[in-house]
């Protein structure tokens, strides 16, 4: 039997950079739409992967050319209004001297700033704070984690 491609799933996909300093804190930009602070980072073109995605977006919202390092967190976070949705959180490093080099993109964002990791709910969304938080676990630990609405599977689904 054929199976029928109307059920298969056809999420969107972006993908984001992790930068974290000595001092415990995230690199944030301040995006001149939607929700205000995120992190650097943004949808995956149609053939692209999450990884190429993630140093385009740097590149694009930076200025910065930074390979990611090493895949900390996929989250699924469908949502009401874009559907299925899968995250990835790349470890892009730490940026050293590149922070003296950003060049934001004045078009998506306005200010770029380091934000203590355990203040981060006070920044962004709440999602995207659960996401950073396991990520900064996930990379402490030198591991990878899978999460469902910024968590770990099988403790509800907050929005």
């Not at 029928?4 to 001092?23: C, E, S, V």
Request: charged share 30%.
């Amino acid at each position: 039997m054929a199976a029928d491609a109307n059920r298969f799933a056809t999420p969107r996909m972006a993908a984001g950079a992790l930068f974290l300093d000595d001092q415990d804190r995230v690199l944030l930009v301040h995006k001149t739409y939607g929700n205000g602070w995120d992190i650097p980072g943004g949808y995956v073109d149609i053939g692209e992967s999450p990884a190429a995605a993630c140093r385009r977006e740097l590149r694009e919202e930076l200025g910065l050319d930074r390979e990611p390092q090493r895949l900390l967190v996929v989250d699924w976070a469908p949502n009401d209004g874009e559907g299925d949705k899968v995250l990835w959180l790349f470890d892009c490093g730490t940026l050293g001297d590149d922070e003296q080099r950003i060049v934001l993109d004045a078009t998506e964002l306005d200010r770029w700033q380091w934000a203590p990791m355990s203040k981060v709910d006070d920044y962004v969304i709440s999602r995207l704070a659960r996401r950073l938080t396991h990520a900064h676990t996930a990379r402490a630990n030198r591991n990878t984690v899978y999460l469902e609405h910024g968590q770990l599977p099988g403790r509800g689904h907050p929005p």
